[in-house]
C-alpha cells in the first residue's frame, strides 16, 4: 500500500510564490508516475502538472505553464512543486497523486492515479 503525505502550501498574496510537496512510503516510488491535481469550490478536479516516473518528462495544464514547476527526487522518495505568479484563481485544494498506470498521453488524466495525498489548501488573496 502506497501511503502519500502532502505538505506546504498556505496563503500568499497575488504575485508570490509558494512550495507544496509530498513524500510515498512506497520503496519503488521511482516506478511511479506522479502527478499534481487541484479542486476548487463548485468546480471539478483540474490537472496541474505531472512527471515521469525517471523525472525525464514533465507535463503541465495550459493554465500553469510558465509559472509552476514539478520536480521529484527519488533518492527522498519526494515530489515538489513550485508555485510561481501566484494568481487568485490559483485557489485550491492541491492533491499529490502516484500511479503505475499513466503513461505520457494520460498523464493528466485523474483516474490514472490509484493513491492520493490528503490535499492542501493553497489560497491566492488579490
Known amino acids: 500500500q502506497v501511503q502519500v503525505v502532502q505538505s506546504g502550501g498556505g496563503l500568499v498574496q497575488a504575485g508570490g510564490s509558494l512550495r507544496v510537496s509530498c513524500t510515498a512510503s512506497?520503496?519503488?516510488?521511482?516506478?511511479?508516475?506522479m502527478g499534481w491535481f487541484r479542486q476548487a469550490p463548485g468546480k471539478e478536479r483540474e490537472f496541474v502538472a505531472a512527471?515521469?516516473?525517471?523525472?525525464?518528462?514533465?507535463y503541465y495544464g495550459d493554465s500553469v505553464k510558465g509559472r509552476f514547476t514539478i520536480s521529484r527526487d527519488n533518492a527522498k522518495n519526494t515530489i515538489a512543486l513550485r508555485m510561481n505568479n501566484l494568481k487568485p484563481e490559483d485557489t485550491a485544494v492541491y492533491y499529490c497523486?502516484?500511479?503505475?498506470?499513466?503513461?505520457?498521453?494520460?498523464?493528466?488524466?485523474?483516474?490514472?492515479?490509484?493513491?492520493w495525498g490528503q490535499g492542501t489548501q493553497v489560497t491566492v488573496s488579490s
Open positions: 497523486a502516484a500511479g503505475l498506470r499513466p503513461t505520457a498521453p494520460t498523464m493528466g488524466v485523474h483516474n490514472m492515479y490509484d493513491h
Open positions: 512506497a520503496r519503488t516510488l521511482r516506478a511511479f508516475a
Open positions: 512527471i515521469s516516473w525517471s523525472g525525464s518528462s514533465t
